[in-house]
């Protein structure tokens, strides 16, 4: 039997990368899947990509605006849901030297605040039992130079999974994180990183000498972790971190 059989889930960034490949992932595992993206075409390419069982909305997790409306964007689609991955992330570097204000408050918007109340909207709607599951990383528990305002917003969710774990226990609902190491996305370009070509590549050769295994991640691989978290495969854990991430931080 498919493990998400008769089950609603809405993952935020789920047009491209890790996200969509865990939109196909939940689909084949028989879900109905609500992805979310900033951007109405590449929605849409990705729904049809995903097929009948999957709907798409336009939501900005950077937008406050956008984010309160998510809520009754979900309902007039489905009542309720079974399970939310927090999954929309922004991934800018820069030394603090560098650091602008406009800058700090773009990656802390998207990746902590955004992430905050999309949950805080959507959790009328989760059914109880549900799972909540938040896309981290690994910079939260290394140093890298240029990463301190990026590292610290994927720490701040991760002191979410336990707080919220307790806070929700009377719901049965968990909440857990799956924390990447690097992973080949879209998100990997000089543009969206805000740095260089010569200085992507640089910064993919320093990292690559830095994981054991040899090799980048693939979305693939993380979209089986959150199929784990999201499934009734995991009712016994919660507050709880899965690193993935090829030995880079846990060897």
């Known amino acids: 039997m498919k493990k998400l059989t008769g089950k609603t889930a809405i993952i935020t960034g789920g047009n491209s990368g890790i996200g969509f490949a865990t939109a196909q992932e939940f689909v084949a595992q028989g879900a109905k899947v609500i992805i979310t993206g900033r951007n109405q075409k590449s929605i849409d390419e990705a729904v049809a990509q995903l097929g009948e069982n999957a709907h798409g909305i336009v939501s900005d997790a950077g937008d406050m605006a956008q984010v309160n409306q998510i809520q009754a964007q979900v309902k007039a689609i489905t009542p309720n849901i079974d399970i939310i991955f927090i999954n929309a992330g922004l991934g800018k570097f820069n030394s603090v030297d560098g650091m602008t204000e406009d800058m700090f408050d773009e990656i802390m918007n998207v990746n902590f605040k955004g992430a905050y109340f999309t949950l805080q909207q959507l959790l009328p709607l989760v059914n109880n039992g549900g799972s909540i599951i938040f896309n981290t990383s690994i910079n939260a528990h290394i140093g890298m130079a240029g990463a301190s305002v990026y590292a610290a917003s994927k720490a701040a969710l991760l002191s979410l999974i336990k707080n919220l774990s307790a806070e ?23 543009e969206k990183l805000g740095i260089s070509d010569d200085q992507l590549q640089q910064m993919g050769n320093g990292i690559l000498s830095q994981i054991p295994i040899g090799r980048f991640g693939n979305a693939e691989e993380i979209a089986k972790i959150a199929l784990f978290f999201a499934s009734d495969d995991s009712t016994f854990v ?9 030995g880079m931080y846990t060897l």
């Open 168 to 190: 929700l226990l009377p719901r049965r609902i968990r909440v857990n994180a799956i924390s990447p190491g690097p992973v080949v996305t879209p998100l990997h370009t000089s």
């Open 238 to 246: 919660l507050g709880a971190e899965l690193v993935a991430d090829g």
